[in-house]
């Protein structure tokens, strides 16, 4: 059985999404009590009673708990914190006010980087969230490359978003994707020359301060390299995962291995790897490896995780993408929308939804004679 530390331990890959910070570390773990049949019963505060990802607490505690040798079940128990322990929180963390759930509403929030640029991120980006869209998802896209935005104009968007009437940036929304980017908030193509600071404050205004509601997905297309911006995001979304996007070639490959090394030092996981110009076909059917071969699939069994996909290069996809509008929209057949389609389908494999367990009903003959009362939904039967 383990002891009273240990679980506490296992308590911190617990991670509170919208204060970014594990749950031992906020002080919200209110009781811890161990039983001799090897139960535990853990009591989580909450920072709202109305809190709407209690369940994912409840999940993740049941998990990191669960994991410890000798724990049979785990109970998970909710309160809410008192004035006074809201109030310590915030001198704490040095905030005028916890957070109202922002990104409480998102369930999955995947980093798109790439290591160097030119290899086609923010249009892998750009499509990606389509992509995700034409599945029937909710998504957003937040433009992180702040020096290189160019999601803005891959939509056909600009203009500065509104703001709510709860002081909330409301994003724009094209194709049914939610979109932000500082593109919105200078002139345009003008230049950003931020230090790190700087950078820091506005991405946590673009998680915190956006009224993103609920998403299945938000996509962050990161900026090249290993910099400032890819170790913020990293510290503000802990629970992020990493999709790398790499040409075939050895070069780029061995360039983009880099941003998995920052990933894995920064607590990142890397999910997946994209390949992207892998090869251009004539109209005739003849194939040219211009950027070499195997480069996508290398990265991925070195780091050993899926290749989602090998994305052809094709006329459509770079002119749909100065158009304003993805190309798996316009031409959801051609092959580089197809293959995208193909990586989309992937990343949603990549994040299964929790089924809900459903409790059969007592027999005819056991209602009323002091049986548990049947519990759960009937579903209509043909």
Same mark, same amino acid.
């Given at each position: 059985?383990?002891?009273?530390?240990?679980?506490?331990?296992?308590?911190?890959?617990?991670?509170?999404?919208?204060?970014?910070?594990?749950?031992?570390?906020?002080?919200?773990?209110?009781?811890?009590?161990?039983?001799?049949?090897?139960?535990?019963?853990?009591?989580?505060?909450?920072?709202?009673?109305?809190?709407?990802?209690?369940?994912?607490?409840?999940?993740?505690?049941?998990?990191?708990?669960?994991?410890?040798?000798?724990?049979?079940?785990?109970?998970?128990?909710?309160?809410?914190?008192?004035?006074?322990?809201?109030?310590?929180?915030?001198?704490?963390?040095?905030?005028?006010?916890?957070?109202?759930?922002?990104?409480?509403?998102?369930?999955?929030?995947?980093?798109?980087?790439?290591?160097?640029?030119?290899?086609?991120?923010?249009?892998?980006?750009?499509?990606?969230?389509?992509?995700?869209?034409?599945?029937?998802?909710?998504?957003?896209?937040?433009?992180?490359?702040?020096?290189?935005?160019?999601?803005?104009?891959?939509?056909?968007?600009?203009?500065?978003?509104?703001?709510?009437?709860?002081?909330?940036?409301?994003?724009?929304?094209?194709?049914?994707?939610?979109?932000?980017?500082?593109?919105?908030?200078?002139?345009?193509?003008?230049?950003?020359?931020?230090?790190?600071?700087? $950078?820091?404050?506005?991405?946590?205004?673009?998680?915190?301060?956006?009224?993103?509601?609920?998403?299945?997905?938000?996509?962050?297309?990161?900026?090249?390299?290993?910099?400032?911006?890819?170790?913020?995001?990293?510290?503000?979304?802990?629970?992020?995962?990493?999709?790398?996007?790499?040409?075939?070639?050895?070069?780029?490959?061995?360039?983009?291995?880099?941003?998995?090394?920052?990933?894995?030092?920064?607590?990142?996981?890397?999910?997946?790897?994209?390949?992207?110009?892998?090869?251009?076909?004539?109209?005739?059917?003849?194939?040219?490896?211009?950027?070499?071969?195997?480069?996508?699939?290398?990265?991925?069994?070195?780091?050993?995780?899926?290749?989602?996909?090998?994305?052809? $290069?094709?006329?459509?996809?770079?002119?749909?993408?100065?158009?304003?509008?993805?190309?798996?929209?316009?031409?959801?057949?051609?092959?580089?929308?197809?293959?995208?389609?193909?990586?989309?389908?992937?990343?949603?494999?990549?994040?299964?939804?929790?089924?809900?367990?459903?409790?059969?009903?007592?027999?005819?003959?056991?209602?009323?004679?002091?049986?548990?009362?049947?519990?759960?939904?009937?579903?209509?039967?043909?």
């Amino acid at each position: 059985m383990p002891t009273h530390d240990e679980i506490l331990k296992s308590l911190e890959a617990v991670i509170d999404p919208e204060l970014r910070r594990s749950i031992v570390e906020l002080g919200m773990v209110r009781s811890i009590d161990q039983h001799p049949d090897g139960s535990v019963d853990v009591t989580v505060s909450l920072t709202t009673p109305g809190c709407p990802i209690r369940s994912t607490f409840e999940t993740a505690v049941r998990t990191a708990v669960g994991a410890l040798d000798g724990v049979t079940s785990v109970g998970v128990a909710f309160d809410v914190l008192s004035a006074d322990e809201k109030a310590g929180l915030q001198q704490k963390l040095g905030r005028g006010s916890l957070p109202a759930g922002a990104l409480a509403q998102v369930s999955n929030v995947v980093c798109i980087g790439s290591g160097k640029g030119g290899v086609g991120k923010s249009t892998i980006t750009a499509n990606l969230a389509a992509a995700l869209a034409a599945e029937g998802k909710t998504v957003g896209v937040l433009d992180a490359d702040v020096w290189g935005y160019s999601i803005p104009r891959m939509f056909g968007v600009q203009g500065r978003p509104p703001v709510t009437p709860d002081r909330k940036i409301q994003p724009f929304e094209a194709g049914g994707v939610k979109i932000m980017s500082i593109g919105f908030f200078v002139e345009e193509d003008s230049a950003v020359v931020w230090r790190g600071p700087m $950078l820091h404050k506005a991405l946590t205004q673009f998680l915190e301060d956006v009224a993103w509601g609920e998403l299945d997905f938000l996509l962050v297309d990161l900026p090249p390299g290993t910099g400032d911006v890819s170790m913020t995001l990293a510290q503000l979304l802990p629970q992020a995962k990493f999709v790398i996007v790499t040409t075939p070639q050895a070069t780029a490959q061995k360039v983009a291995r880099r941003s998995a090394e920052m990933a894995h030092k920064v607590n990142l996981e890397v999910g997946a790897v994209i390949e992207n110009m892998a090869g251009f076909v004539t109209p005739s059917g003849e194939r040219f490896a211009i950027f070499g071969e195997g480069g996508g699939a290398e990265l991925a069994d070195e780091l050993d995780v899926p290749l989602l996909a090998r994305v052809p $290069l094709t006329m459509p996809l770079r002119e749909q993408a100065d158009a304003g509008i993805p190309l798996v929209v316009t031409d959801p057949d051609d092959p580089a929308a197809q293959s995208i389609r193909q990586a989309a389908r992937g990343l949603i494999a990549m994040f299964p939804v929790e089924l809900p367990v459903f409790q059969a009903a007592a027999p005819a003959d056991a209602v009323g004679s002091g049986a548990p009362e049947p519990v759960g939904i009937s579903l209509p039967m043909a």
